[in-house]
């Protein structure tokens, strides 16, 4: 049976949003919402957990290299939170360490090898949430 994810890369000012299913285990960006100080345009989520019908949702937790907690980490387990409550899904926490800089990287290479010319604000935050989902949806199907 075929499930559907959608992934989140939290961020203070911007939440990346992806898409991905169980059958390629692959995932798409879907939007980015705005956020200040953490708190999310709710608008935006609301009409991509209404579009994609999501069975569960992704959220990627930030860490230290070594694996410890920073301040930033409970914030973005305060969201999970917040999407449980909100949507009624079951929400899994994704390590997302690299996924920023990882997302930075292809998006450099794309630039590079005659892909767009300019980073948009959000380009970063939405490749990052599909990384973070494709990992966790990979991390699924070896267990």
């Known amino acids: 049976m075929t499930q559907t994810f959608l992934g989140f890369d939290f961020g203070l000012r911007r939440i990346g949003i992806a898409t991905g299913q169980t059958i390629t285990g692959s995932a798409s960006p879907v939007a980015v919402a705005t956020a200040t100080d953490g708190r999310p345009d709710w608008s935006v989520i609301d ?60 998006l450099a290479d794309a630039r590079q090898s005659g892909g767009r010319r300019r980073t948009r604000k959000g380009d970063v935050d939405r490749i990052a949430a599909t990384l973070i989902l494709e990992r966790w949806l990979a991390d699924r199907m070896t267990d």
Do not use: C, I, K, N
């Not at 694996?67 to 409970?74: A, D, F, L, N, R």
């Open 47 to 106: 009409t991509a957990v209404r579009e994609w019908a999501p069975d569960a949702l992704v959220v990627g937790v930030p860490l230290l290299m070594d694996g410890t907690e920073q301040p930033v980490t409970h914030r973005a387990r305060r969201f999970a939170r917040q999407l449980a409550d909100r949507y009624g899904l079951l929400v899994h926490e994704a390590d997302e360490r690299l996924s920023s800089a990882q997302a930075s990287r292809l």
